[in-house]
């Protein structure tokens, strides 16, 4: 009787072990193609640049102008070392600073505004305005930069006459500012719907309970609304990387010119005076012999 009753017991149990690893082996199953994608286009290069700043490539021959093939050697810190004494590296991260500085909270401040409107019952059709705030993120960036560079340009721009006189927006002064237009422009609307997404989630009953206290809308917005978006802020700063987003912009506004199929490009280098100067490739250390 006991060990039929122990029987009949341990059946659910290993039916419920068995749905369990079903579960767990449907669930790796549908990871499976974004955890491949995600090793070959996200981890691979990341492990590929570390080695590369251990390695130089230097030519296989010897003599005073070497010859053969070029090989990987490895040079410790070398590569690392001749980076950080490189004046035009901290000149560039300086530059990379002031342009996240005032670039990113402007975009997180304007997305957070557009949220809290949407969010609200002053805008009738949000869906209409939701999909017009998006839009700009849905062009593509080099597209979306070249209608920038000719929007920038004195001879072409449709507004530029309307301006003072000597306006230039790609003057070295103004060149970063032009670009971080651009990017705001482009990625408020993405950053606006990760906002309108955390607004939405909040229960519908801490507004009506405010409302009986006798709160009105600012209120809710800055007391209730604000702070429970605190993690969508930080996934937001997270993912506006000043150096991802501004590459499509540095692309067109670089004195107008791309680098041609099949060529390999040189490192560009932002000088104090806000030009840029082409460096060719090269070794940054050779081995000791």
Same mark, same amino acid.
């Given at each position: 009787?006991?060990?039929?009753?122990?029987?009949?017991?341990?059946?659910?149990?290993?039916?419920?072990?068995?749905?369990?690893? +079903?579960?767990?082996?449907? %669930?790796?199953? &549908? /990871? !499976? @193609?974004?955890? #491949? $994608?995600?090793?070959?286009?996200?981890?691979?290069?990341?492990?590929?640049?570390?080695?590369?700043?251990?390695?130089?490539?230097?030519?296989?021959?010897?003599?005073?102008?070497?010859?053969?093939?070029?090989?990987?050697?490895?040079?410790?810190?070398?590569?690392?070392?001749?980076?950080?004494?490189?004046?035009?590296?901290?000149?560039?991260?300086?530059?990379?600073?002031?342009?996240?500085?005032?670039?990113?909270?402007?975009?997180?401040?304007?997305?957070?505004?557009?949220?809290?409107?949407?969010?609200?019952?002053?805008?009738?059709?949000?869906?209409?305005?939701?999909?017009?705030?998006?839009?700009?993120?849905?062009?593509?960036?080099?597209?979306?930069?070249?209608?920038?560079?000719?929007?920038?340009?004195?001879?072409?721009?449709?507004?530029? +006459?309307?301006?003072?006189? %000597?306006?230039? &927006? /790609? !003057? @070295?002064?103004? #060149? $970063?500012?032009?670009?971080?237009?651009?990017?705001?422009?482009?990625?408020?609307?993405?950053?606006?719907?990760?906002?309108?997404?955390?607004?939405?989630?909040?229960?519908?009953?801490?507004?009506?309970?405010?409302?009986?206290?006798?709160?009105?809308?600012?209120?809710?917005?800055?007391?209730?609304?604000?702070?429970?978006?605190?993690?969508?802020?930080?996934?937001?700063?997270?993912?506006?990387?000043?150096?991802?987003?501004?590459?499509?912009?540095?692309?067109?506004?670089?004195?107008?010119?791309?680098?041609?199929?099949?060529?390999?490009?040189?490192?560009?280098?932002?000088?104090?005076?806000?030009?840029?100067?082409?460096?060719?490739?090269?070794?940054?250390?050779?081995?000791?012999?």
């Amino acid at each position: 009787m006991t060990t039929t009753a122990e029987t009949i017991g341990r059946r659910p149990r290993a039916r419920r072990g068995f749905r369990a690893r +079903q579960e767990a082996r449907n %669930g790796w199953l &549908f /990871m !499976a @193609p974004f955890s #491949i $994608l995600f090793i070959i286009v996200f981890l691979v290069p990341i492990i590929v640049s570390v080695k590369s700043a251990f390695f130089s490539q230097v030519p296989s021959g010897e003599g005073l102008y070497g010859g053969g093939e070029l090989v990987d050697t490895f040079v410790g810190f070398d590569n690392l070392v001749a980076a950080a004494s490189n004046d035009a590296f901290w000149s560039g991260m300086g530059r990379v600073v002031l342009y996240a500085a005032f670039q990113i909270p402007v975009m997180i401040i304007v997305a957070l505004a557009l949220a809290l409107l949407l969010d609200s019952f002053l805008v009738r059709r949000p869906a209409f305005f939701r999909l017009s705030f998006f839009l700009p993120f849905a062009i593509p960036g080099v597209i979306a930069a070249m209608i920038w560079m000719y929007m920038y340009t004195p001879e072409v721009s449709p507004f530029m +006459q309307f301006l003072p006189e %000597g306006t230039n &927006f /790609m !003057a @070295p002064g103004t #060149i $970063l500012a032009s670009m971080a237009n651009m990017t705001t422009w482009t990625y408020t609307g993405y950053n606006m719907l990760i906002f309108l997404a955390a607004l939405q989630s909040i229960p519908r009953e801490l507004y009506e309970a405010a409302r009986l206290d006798g709160a009105n809308g600012f209120q809710i917005s800055m007391k209730i609304k604000v702070p429970m978006v605190r993690g969508a802020a930080l996934l937001a700063e997270l993912l506006d990387g000043p150096g991802l987003h501004a590459h499509d912009a540095h692309l067109q506004l670089n004195d107008g010119r791309t680098v041609p199929l099949g060529q390999r490009p040189g490192i560009r280098i932002l000088a104090a005076d806000g030009r840029h100067r082409r460096r060719p490739r090269r070794r940054l250390c050779t081995p000791a012999a």
